[in-house]
């Protein structure tokens, strides 16, 4: 069975760009959540998807935005880069948060 | 006060040793918990689900205390691979809310 995945690995743009991640989930996980995580930082929760709606958003301003398609994957937007946009963006699918998350290997965004 | 709280180490553990560490949440109604392991720079994987009468899987231990609100993680005969930053994972009250609260991580370091 296939993992979640997340394209591109890296990422490199230039502070006021625009960047587009992709994932797709879990065959059968209709879910999909999103999570930042800064250099030697936690994990910080940014966008849940579920049914092609948003359930849910964490404390991000509004230039990160999403959306989640009919076949479930999903694209995470970030408008108007900043330096400190600069992280490990993960992209997780579940069947319901009791079954707990599986993580694709990240988008690794560096702005400069 | 943050929703999930670890002591964030290090623990430098000899090989063959036992290492215990804790993470306490703060939201009394939680209804899931998990062990997430994460390895430097890579994404969180699940070591294991924590269930109200404690389980076991091999070397690792999981507890919970619902009255005094932590959950607890025992590895027993450490190995060098153990090495990694272990993350408490609690999910909020209902699964419709559909995030999981992510704790900082707690750092184990196991030497020869």
């Known amino acids: ?112 | 006060r943050k929703e999930v709280e670890q002591d964030p180490g290090p623990f430098n553990v000899p090989e063959g040793a036992t290492v215990a560490f804790n993470c306490t949440y703060s939201n009394s109604a939680s209804q899931s918990f998990f062990w997430y392991r994460q390895d430097c720079r890579k994404e969180p994987k699940l070591l294991m689900s924590v269930y109200s009468s404690g389980n076991e899987d091999g070397r690792f231990t999981a507890q919970l205390n619902r009255a005094s609100q932590y959950i607890s993680l025992l590895i027993r005969d450490s190995k060098l691979s153990d090495s990694a930053t272990y993350l408490c994972v609690v999910s909020m009250t209902t699964d419709s809310w559909g995030k999981l609260q992510f704790g900082a991580g707690t750092q184990v370091v196991v030497t020869p």
């Open chain 1, 1 to 112: 069975e296939a993992g979640v995945t997340q394209s591109p690995t890296h990422l490199i743009k230039t502070r006021g760009q625009q960047a587009t991640l992709r994932c797709s989930p879990i065959s059968g996980h209709t879910s999909v959540y999103w999570y930042q995580q800064a250099l030697g930082l936690g994990l910080q929760f940014l966008l849940w998807y579920d049914e092609g709606e948003e359930r849910n958003r964490g404390n991000f301003p509004p230039r990160f935005s999403g959306r989640q398609f009919p076949n479930y994957s999903s694209e995470l937007n970030v408008n108007a880069l900043e330096l400190e946009d600069s992280a490990l963006y993960l992209c997780a699918s579940s069947l319901a948060p009791s079954y707990g998350y599986t993580f694709g290997s990240g988008t690794r965004l560096t702005v400069v």
